[in-house]
């Protein structure tokens, strides 16, 4: 078995640590030659220790100058970075073949971007930056010729379902977990606080995602994700709201087969197919036990409750620079939702406003990409100022 060096941007995060543990069952087949992080020094600290990374970087300059001085301090000889140019040099780093991308939100896009000029593979946990920019990435995926595998469940799942197949005309089924809310009326959700939201029924994940999986924007996300990663046009990908996320999406083909694929919600999986593609390597996890599900159910998603579902979908439709627009302002409105600033009803209200204020680019280049996502969180952070001296 070939060993693959990887580096993970975004390394304490609940997808880096999980990628971390998959390498842990396979220490001939995984070597971990560079880590990034934000500001969690002492968690780096940790794992700088045990994977005796070649470089590590932190996005916080203070968690930065904390790490330098403990690594000093304990004599290990190890170069930190800071900033982006930091996550660029871990991406982009000369021993590693395989980027993990785990950091969350689109910080990621710089950083995989030079990854994929460097001819380095990727591994996706961040489906932010397909989000923002996916046709520019995937235009520079088939000109390097690098690989740019799914980590995320549904992806891994579609991913999986299509090999050897004939996928002319196939309708991806994207499941959906339906989030903590899935049961609430529209007047319930206008109250519920950040502590409910974070509560989700299945997956243990970051802040971020979490509050995504209550609005259902984690699914619009997701159905431009798989626009991009698969190269099938909106009208071929439904959401379907799965409660018991078994099953992590399914394929219908033309002759009317569905294929689905199932497994324990635990993100181990998908994330070491990611990395064993196209082998299947052994796992210790717990096992899907068939005889012990009550029941596996389905419904259609509701927009009217959750509107972010529709807003993602329409600003996928619209493309160009609209769905870096759209990601922008749900990263700052859920970031004021988490700081407890807005309600959760106002998360899709502060999205659709900065999309409606937006004056759109069709085909936008990288840059336009990042001037759009700014102006975005610009916008949408003087949206959550207005939104709080309404309600005080
Ligand atoms: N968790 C899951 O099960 C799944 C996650 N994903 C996707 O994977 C990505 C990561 O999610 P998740 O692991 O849950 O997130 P977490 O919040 O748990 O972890 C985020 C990681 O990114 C780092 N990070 C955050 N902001 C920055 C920044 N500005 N600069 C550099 N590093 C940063 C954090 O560092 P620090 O710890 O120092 O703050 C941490 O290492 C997201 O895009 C998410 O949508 C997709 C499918 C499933
Ligand atoms: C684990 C994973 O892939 C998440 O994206 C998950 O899908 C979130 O659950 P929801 O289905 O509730 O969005
Ligand atoms: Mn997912």
């Known amino acids: 078995m070939l060993t693959k060096a990887i580096a993970i941007l975004g390394s304490t995060g609940s997808i880096g640590k999980q990628t971390l543990e998959v390498v842990d069952q396979h220490p001939q087949a995984l070597q971990v030659v560079a880590l990034a992080a934000h500001s969690n020094w002492q968690e780096l600290l940790e794992q700088t220790k045990k994977y005796k990374p070649s470089l590590v970087a932190m996005m916080d300059s203070t968690g930065a100058q904390e790490l330098a001085q403990a690594l000093y301090e304990q004599a290990i000889d190890v170069p930190v970075m800071v900033g982006e140019e930091g996550l660029i040099a871990v991406a982009t780093h000369e021993q590693a073949d395989t980027v993990v991308t785990a950091v969350s939100g689109a910080i990621g896009l710089r950083p995989t971007v030079s990854a994929i000029e460097q001819g380095k593979n990727i591994a996706l946990a961040n489906k932010e930056t397909l989000v923002a920019a996916g046709a520019l990435i995937m235009d520079m995926v088939k000109e390097k010729g690098v690989s740019l595998l799914p980590v995320d469940s549904e992806h891994s799942a579609i991913f999986q379902c299509i090999q050897q197949q004939d996928c002319e005309q196939a309708r991806l089924i994207l499941t959906a977990s339906g989030g903590p809310f899935r049961d609430y009326s529209l007047e319930q959700l206008k109250k519920v606080t950040a502590e409910d939201a974070l509560r989700h029924p299945n997956w243990r994940m970051g802040p971020k995602i979490t509050i995504d999986s209550a609005t259902l924007m984690n699914k619009g996300l997701e159905v431009i994700e798989a626009r991009w990663l698969f190269d099938v046009d909106f009208d071929r990908i439904d959401v379907l709201i799965h409660p018991q996320s078994i099953i992590h999406s399914m394929v219908e083909f ?80 859920v970031h004021a939702f988490l700081q407890r600033k807005i309600g959760f009803m106002d998360i899709p209200k502060i999205v659709k406003e900065t999309m409606n204020r937006h004056e759109w680019v069709a085909k936008p280049q990288l840059a336009h990409i990042q001037e759009a996502d700014q102006w975005a969180r610009e916008f949408a952070i003087s949206m959550v100022k207005l939104t709080r001296e309404d309600s005080e």
């Open 254 to 333: 033309t002759d009317r087969s569905v294929i689905a694929q199932l497994g324990l919600p635990d993100m181990r999986l998908p994330i070491q197919y990611a990395l064993s593609y196209p082998q299947r390597w052994e796992s210790c996890w717990p096992k899907l036990d068939l005889t012990t599900l009550t029941g596996l159910t389905f419904q259609q998603p509701d927009y009217k409750r959750f509107p972010a579902l529709e807003l993602a979908l329409e600003a996928g439709r619209a493309d160009g620079s609209m769905p870096a627009v759209m990601n922008g302002a749900n990263e700052v409105a």
